[in-house]
């Protein structure tokens, strides 16, 4: 299981990594409900490096705040790599960050289908300079560790942005 210090490890490297490159970050996030901010504003001088956290755990809301098109929520659902790229291209539109993560899936322990079981969480990373990336991944255990795992693949898949690494 990923522990509080592994997450915070990793954001006092993505914070160093994003202080040394004069980056700046915002985040959206659905399912963690903006655990992945509180991780990275619980280092010391994340102010120099975090812009902003957009918490959109309706539909509603990320239409409103982020711009994500009903249009693609009525054709992929809020748990989709297509929501999770407008919602980290959002991000960066309604922010001054340099780059962006988001994270919208299904934590549990209700609220999976077949198609999209408990567990499936899409992630959305965007750069200015135009690099975008989605990926979906399928965590197991229970709504704690989904998050837990959601927030720490969503800031290892920053930090791989940010040093232009492969995610």
Known sequence: M????ELLSLSHTLGDTLIKQG???A???SCTGGWAAQCVTAVPGSSSCFD???VTYSNEAKQQMLGVGGETLRQHGAVSEETAKEMAL???AYS???ISASITG???PDGGSEQKPVGTVCFGWAHRDGRIVTRTHHFSGDREAVRRQSVKTALTGLLQLTLA???
């Open 27 to 29: 985040l959206a996030e």
């Open 106 to 108: 299904i934590a549990g």
């Open 23 to 25: 980056f700046r970050l």
């Open 52 to 54: 902003r956290g957009f």
């Open 90 to 92: 959002g991000a960066l």
């Open 2 to 5: 990923v522990d509080d210090a």
């Open 96 to 98: 001054t960050a340099d």
């Open 165 to 167: 690494t492969d995610l």
